[in-house]
Each structure stands twice: as structure tokens, then as C-alpha cells.
Nanobody, 125 residues
Framework: VQLQASGGGLVQAGGSLRLSCQSS????????TAWFRQATGKEREFVAG????????YYADSVKGRFTFSRDNTKNAVFLQMDHLKPEDTAVYYC???????????????????WGQGTLVTVSS
């Protein structure tokens, strides 16, 4: 399974970006897929994701109400619509996928076997 993330860039506070993650090599709609982010000097943290198509989507409290996770199974892609961006959203954003991830692990990076290369989001104040 290969994941390719894109869509990052520089945006002013209050602006929007849409990240895309294209999968290939066998990832299916039943895979858990999530977005994580890592700011400089900080640990990688969960942003949003779900355990498969049609499953409940979970969000980090810091992005709830501003970010929207979605899937397009016809394109083998997942997206992260980011609105009302804040400087503290600045980070490298990674998409991740995995199989058989139990509910208690969906927010844990270690549960995901497949990772994209990351895309940088910079929010200026």
C-alpha cells in the first residue's frame, strides 16, 4: 500500500486548505485511514480519521468544528478540509492507513502500518 499526500501550503490565519491522500497498491474502503500532524519539536498527533468507509469519524478536540475528514472510495482517496486555520495548525500533515485497528487504537500512530510522505501546512498570523 502506498499513500501520497498533497495539498499543503502557506495560508493566512482564518483561511482554508484541502489536503488529499491518494492510496494505491491494495488499500480498500475497509482500511482505517487517518490524518496525523507533527509540528516542529512536538510529537505526532492524531487529527481526524475513521476505521473504514461508513464508520464514525473521530476528530482531535483542537480541530473539531473546523476540519472535515472525508473519503471518496471511487478514487481511493481521503481528504481533510481545513477551515478557519490557526497558526497553531502549522505542521507536517501525514495520512496513514491500516487494517484491523481496534477502536481504542484509532488515535494512536503506532496502530497504522502505512504512511504517506507528509505535506507541510504553514499558517501565518
Amino acid at each position: 500500500v502506498q499513500l501520497q499526500a498533497s495539498g499543503g501550503g502557506l495560508v493566512q490565519a482564518g483561511g482554508s486548505l484541502r489536503l488529499s491522500c491518494q492510496s494505491s497498491g491494495g488499500a480498500s474502503s475497509r482500511y482505517a485511514t487517518a490524518w496525523f500532524r507533527q509540528a516542529t519539536g512536538k510529537e505526532r498527533e492524531f487529527v481526524a480519521g475513521n476505521r473504514g468507509s461508513g464508520q464514525i469519524t473521530y476528530y482531535a478536540d483542537s480541530v473539531k468544528g473546523r476540519f472535515t475528514f472525508s473519503r471518496d472510495n471511487t478514487k481511493n482517496a481521503v481528504f481533510l478540509q481545513m477551515d478557519h486555520l490557526k497558526p497553531e495548525d502549522t505542521a507536517v500533515y501525514y495520512c496513514a492507513a491500516g487494517q484491523g485497528i481496534i477502536l481504542s487504537e484509532v488515535r494512536r500512530a503506532r496502530a497504522y502500518a502505512y504512511w504517506g510522505q507528509g505535506t507541510l501546512v504553514t499558517v501565518s498570523s
